[in-house]
């Protein structure tokens, strides 16, 4: 049996960043990842370079910009990165530090022009 996805709309995204437990986490192509176990992991061991895998450029751009759409600029900083690391980040990323998705239920793809706000299907009389 497989399950759904993940949703997160964006007001469940900035409450995940703003709470007091405080996650890191960044929207790349519509997916959510979440890097505050990683970072906490480095936290804990004075950053130790045994610990530290992910390119840094990344890194701060999800410590810069928590809870937004980091895709432009972690676009721009893979296009800087030898093709094979920038692979080898993206695969860590999705495999790693994937949580889910923005909610596309209130997205054009998922709207009629008629009905902006209602999620149910159309009529097909």
Not at 19 to 37: E, G
Not at 48 to 63: C, Q, R
């Amino acid at each position: 049996m497989t399950r759904g996805k993940y949703l997160l709309d964006d007001s469940r995204i900035l409450w995940q960043v703003l709470t007091p437990v405080h996650r890191v986490l960044a929207i790349y192509n519509d997916n959510i990842c979440d890097l505050s176990d990683y970072l906490q992991t480095l936290a804990d061991n004075n950053g130790g370079s045994g610990y530290s895998y992910l390119d840094g450029d990344i890194v701060a751009l999800f410590k810069q910009q928590p809870g937004q759409d980091i895709t432009k600029s972690v676009d721009q900083v893979y296009a800087s990165m030898d093709t094979n690391k920038a692979l080898a980040t993206k695969i860590c990323l999705n495999n790693l530090f994937y949580i889910g998705q923005t909610d596309f239920r209130k997205g054009a793809r998922c709207q009629s022009p008629t009905t902006s706000s209602s999620l149910s299907p159309p009529s097909l009389h």
